[in-house]
């Protein structure tokens, strides 16, 4: 192990985990932009080990208890045929604890599955109906799993009304002077009533789910032999939540033809082809376990997220970037307009998202009748 690269913390706590550094070869993984992820391989065993951003997640002690608690759960579920996916479980030390302290920095280890890939953004149809039916099979396997006991995570992280409240405190005090620069994607933002108070009425009827909270397909392992959706991996941010959260996410980074930073957002176009792929395999793969009204809130979802990150962009911006990691002055900026943009363009072809949410539900009642 190259100790100048990752330096002796790193040694210490593969150490705890029962392997040599000095035998060990130790790799970053991925590009996540929270934690600090590496690839540990020795002789005896190969893992995946992490550092968890203690600035972002307060209580990081909680994310390790609900990805243990989450885990067993699944396990159980795939002993009983009942869960088709590998669950990512945590590592114990070898004083059997699931995380290590080293002065301030926590860390955790995974279980490493082999020959597996990601992918980083969706390019098919083939893709997309994947990604939504494997995110679908997590949470309907946690479906008797009482959300309520696995603690927040974030507060209010898919809360609409905290986040416009958020934007309207830091309007109030325009910190760093840019709001004069923003003004009209601020008015954008707060002549949305109609929309704020859809998702305040939906929201007030669904019921709780295990959520994941962050439904990119990188967040999905693929194996290199069967190209299949193998597991849900970063399940930081798994806590009680809404299908339409879930359901929205995918759409907000699946749908556009354009990243969320993309400029040209005249040329934005909704690839409705991928969003059509996306609804269906996620309703499929809850089977009974999502209701009808939970159907419908879904096309609620896929407005309500690239709305409500483009708040947060917005609000982000303003306050002088303290959050989102930027690679220029105006980046969030450009974020919250490529949002805005996405969720305008759903926003003005509702008919044709319940058009496709139609479709399924005449589907299901065909596939009732002929069996």
């Not at 029962?18 to 070869?25: A, F, I, K, N, R």
């Not at 696995?150 to 830091?170: A, K, M």
């Not at 939906?202 to 392992?221: E, F, G, M, Y």
């Not at 105006?330 to 479709?359: I, M, T």
Request: net charge negative; with cysteine.
């Amino acid at each position: 192990m190259d100790s100048t690269a990752y330096g002796s913390a790193l040694e210490l706590v593969i150490l705890q985990y029962g392997v040599d550094p000095s035998v060990s070869q130790v790799s970053q993984l991925g590009n996540g932009l929270i934690n600090s992820t590496y690839l540990v391989k020795s002789p005896n065993k190969n893992f995946v080990l992490q550092k968890i951003n203690q600035g972002v997640f307060k209580q990081a002690k909680q994310v390790i208890a609900n990805a243990e608690l989450i885990d067993q759960y699944l396990v159980s579920a795939k002993a009983r045929n009942e869960y088709p996916l590998s669950s990512v479980g945590q590592l114990e030390t070898i004083n059997g604890e699931k995380s290590i302290e080293i002065g301030c920095e926590l860390w955790r280890a995974l279980y490493f599955i082999p020959n597996c890939y990601t992918i980083e953004a969706v390019d098919s149809v083939g893709q997309a109906s994947q990604a939504a039916t494997a995110f679908a099979q997590f949470t309907s396997a946690l479906s008797a799993f009482p959300a309520k006991e696995l603690s927040v995570i974030i507060p209010n992280f898919h809360n609409l009304q905290f986040r416009l409240q958020q934007l309207q405190d830091v309007i109030q005090r325009d910190p760093v002077g840019r709001l004069s620069r923003c003004q009209a994607q601020v008015d954008f933002c707060l002549e949305q009533k109609k929309f704020t108070a859809e998702v305040a009425a939906i929201s007030s009827q669904l019921p709780l789910h295990v959520t994941h909270n962050d439904t990119k397909i990188n967040n999905l392992l693929f194996c290199n032999e069967t190209k299949q959706a193998v597991a849900v991996i970063d399940l930081d941010t798994c806590m009680p939540g809404f299908l339409m959260h879930d359901f929205g996410d995918m759409v907000r980074t699946c749908c556009s033809n354009l990243p969320e930073d993309g400029k040209n957002i005249e040329d934005m176009e909704v690839r409705f082809d991928i969003f059509s792929a996306l609804l269906q395999a996620y309703i499929a793969g809850f089977g009974s376990n999502i209701t009808p009204q939970e159907k419908q809130s879904l096309i609620v979802g896929a407005q309500l997220l690239p709305f409500m990150i483009g708040v947060r962009f917005l609000t982000d911006y303003i306050n002088g970037d303290n959050y989102f990691h930027t690679q220029y002055d105006e980046h969030n900026w450009v974020r919250a307009k490529n949002q805005f943009q996405l969720y305008s363009l759903l926003n003005a072809e509702v008919d044709q998202l319940n058009q496709y949410l139609l479709a399924d539900n005449e589907l299901d009642q065909v596939e009732l009748a002929g069996s």
